[in-house]
């Protein structure tokens, strides 16, 4: 298993999911992003391992773990980038 940091939501994210789509809204800088279906489920599973999430999309969309895992930490450096985001312990 990769080595792995809890992330958790930024509190100055609001959100709500609106007919299977998240939608953020950082509240200082006033963006919205809206998630697709797959960007939704890690948004809602943040806190759990990327390996889990992983497992759960690759049994979903019939994709290997590892394409999984790969997409979903390069999903979680996104949202990490753009303040979505933020290590447990910032």
Do not use: C
């Amino acid at each position: 298993m990769t080595q792995w940091k809890g992330y958790g939501r930024n509190p100055d994210v609001s959100w709500r999911t609106i007919e299977g789509q998240a939608v953020l809204v950082f509240n200082r800088e006033g963006e919205i992003q809206v998630l697709n279906e797959v960007g939704t489920y890690v948004w809602e599973h943040i806190g759990e391992a990327p390996e889990v999430m992983a497992r759960d999309i690759a049994l979903e969309y019939d994709i290997s773990e590892k394409e999984a895992l790969k997409d979903v930490m390069s999903f979680l450096d996104g949202l990490k980038g753009s303040g979505a985001i933020l290590l447990e312990d910032e």
